[in-house]
């Protein structure tokens, strides 16, 4: 690209950095934030800024935080004996906006992947091993996404957590709600038939 | 979206009042910002702000530029006399990553709109038939996109600076180089047989 201005040059290189940005994408936002007034931009900025320098990751779920403990470790209605462990915070907002659970959340900070190069030891599963030593946790939901890694990353955390006798779940796979059958792959389906559930409780959910 | 921080909330909900970004998108984009060492977000929000504050529109041509006269116009090896009117400054771009054109250009800043309420004193058209008149200008060359609103605002200007006897032209209208014949649409395809060029020609080109 020809820029004429090097100002129009660097915010289009640094705004194309971020993921799925390409080039011409970058110059379409920065020139749209130059016909809006200033204020946009200055509040653009700010808020980029704040929340890089002064967010928090929570101490015990690892949850991003404004706080030292998030609202949810914080909020004394919830039961911190269930423990949903997610690989990522958008995981912990998914499951929030379902208000279907009370616990709280371990976030792992991705999942195993020996091809990304991503260990144990890069995620937060030793400070989950931990929790579970001290006694606090008596069930813990498996709540990572249903891929190898995923499948993986569940079975090393349960053979860690195996001894200490928890209620342990994965969160159920099938169709989802609305769905119609012969569009859904033969996986889910499958699945969805072994874990078939009682028509009693499937009319009460 | 539940959010955990207002942090978070708010940089999203700044991120998500661009065009095309949409929550969703705004939250992975901060979430990668988090990942990435703190001087990205801290380059991407001062590129920004100096772009936005201090950069200029050219006095001669409304093109943006760092200089209150821009890189082109500054330039004594380009035809002051051509002078290419185009709607926006992606179109000098594109038309500057030809390196076709040795004139001019005149930016718009957009087309004639009664839609949109943009009509013609909203745009650069008096400075241009200011230009003009003082007989600086020998040829005039319209860029403008192929629409209605583009076409209306050629002719729109067109009839203001009839009186000068200047040479006029559109771009050429026609098949893509390297398209289909049978792909192309046939108000294109009938454009580009009516004013079909010379052979000796096409093949110097």
């Known amino acids: 690209m020809d820029f004429s201005s090097k100002l129009l040059e660097n915010a289009v290189n640094e705004v194309s950095r971020l993921p799925g940005i390409g080039k011409r ?3 379409r936002l920065v020139l749209y934030l130059l016909r809006q007034p200033a204020e946009h931009t200055q509040y653009l900025s700010e808020a980029l800024l704040h929340f890089r320098n ?3 990751t929570c101490e015990n779920c690892h ?9 949810i470790c914080n909020n004394s209605k919830r039961n911190p004996e269930i423990v ?3 690989e990522d915070i958008r995981d912990v907002m998914a499951i929030e906006s379902t208000a279907q659970f009370n616990g709280v959340y371990h976030v792992l900070g991705g999942k195993i992947s020996p091809i990304e190069g991503i260990g144990p030891q890069k995620l937060q599963i030793d400070s989950l091993v931990e929790k579970v030593e001290k006694g606090v946790v008596k069930e813990i939901i498996f709540a990572l996404s249903s891929t190898m890694e995923g499948d993986t990353t569940n079975f090393y955390i349960f053979k860690q957590i195996e001894k200490y006798k928890l209620i342990t779940s994965t969160i159920a796979r099938g169709i989802s709600v609305g769905d119609e059958l012969e569009y859904a792959d033969e996986v889910t389906l499958g699945r969805s038939i072994v ?3 009682p028509f009693e409780q499937s009319i009460k959910s």
């Open 25 to 27: 994408t970058a110059l």
């Open 54 to 56: 002064d967010v928090k």
């Open 63 to 71: 949850n991003i935080s404004d706080t030292t403990l998030c609202e």
């Open 84 to 86: 949903c462990v997610v």
């Open 195 to 197: 874990n078939r559930i």
